[in-house]
């Protein structure tokens, strides 16, 4: 089945405390991204990759990492969380380029930091 | 970057009944996408239509891009379909980044 999985699911975990949400698709797509939901603020581009090795800034890319060492996976990483990073995050993923760029969502990762 | 703005903010009916949810963007677009938040959070994927009409089952979705708006009908609405429906757009100078409309609160009561 053609999917993006996403692990943790939910996650509580405190300040400071490195952490990483993993991301994976199994459709060959170029183009990874990472995005956060917050009451208010919608659905925001965090950072995203058009294919291995190249990974650039979205819209809120401060307290985040990203690496894209496979085509497959896409990993974000928060070095040393906050507060503010509680969020529900959706990692997507699409081929490049019109009219093939339909994304597909990840089922979400709920995060609490405390 | 490019405006997407949808309405209604919110939408109760009755189960049974019909809907048009309606965005609205700002710029020439590659990429639309209907997408339904279900009650767990999930993002389904409804529709991906940067022009022409398609339908699936009692979903619809018409995309006039010369005019900039894009319509999603709901017909005989069932209580499953309760949740927030959003429209997400990609612009022809944004890569494959997509903006996301603010969403539609929609309710189906029995």
């Known amino acids: 089945e053609a999917q993006v999985t996403q692990n943790p699911r939910y996650l509580i975990t405190v300040t400071g405390k490195k952490l990483t949400v993993t991301c994976s698709q199994n459709m060959n797509h170029e183009y990874m991204s990472w995005y956060r939901q917050d009451p208010g603020l919608g659905l925001r581009q965090i950072y995203y990759?058009?294919?291995?090795?190249?990974?650039d800034k979205g819209d809120v890319p401060e307290g985040y990492k990203v690496s894209r060492k496979e085509k497959r996976n896409f990993p974000l990483i928060l070095e040393s969380p906050s507060p503010n990073q509680t969020s529900l995050y959706f990692c997507a993923s699409s081929l490049w380029g019109a009219p093939y760029n339909e994304q597909f969502f990840g089922p979400g990762t709920r995060l609490t930091v405390l | 970057g490019i405006q997407v703005e949808q309405s209604p903010p919110d939408l109760i009916l009755q189960e049974g009944a019909n809907s048009t949810l309606r965005c609205n963007f700002s710029d020439s677009v590659n990429n639309l996408q209907w997408f339904h938040q279900n009650p767990w959070g999930q993002l389904i994927n409804l529709f991906y239509?940067?022009?022409g009409t398609k339908q699936n089952g009692r979903l619809s979705a018409t995309t006039v891009a010369t005019e900039r708006y894009s319509l999603l009908y709901i017909s005989s609405s069932q209580t499953t379909d309760s949740g927030v429906y959003f429209c997400a757009v990609g612009g022809e100078t944004s890569g494959s980044r997509l903006t996301f409309g603010e969403g539609t609160q929609l309710t189906v009561n029995p």
């Open positions: 990759s058009m294919n291995v090795e190249v990974t």
């Open positions: 239509i940067p022009s």
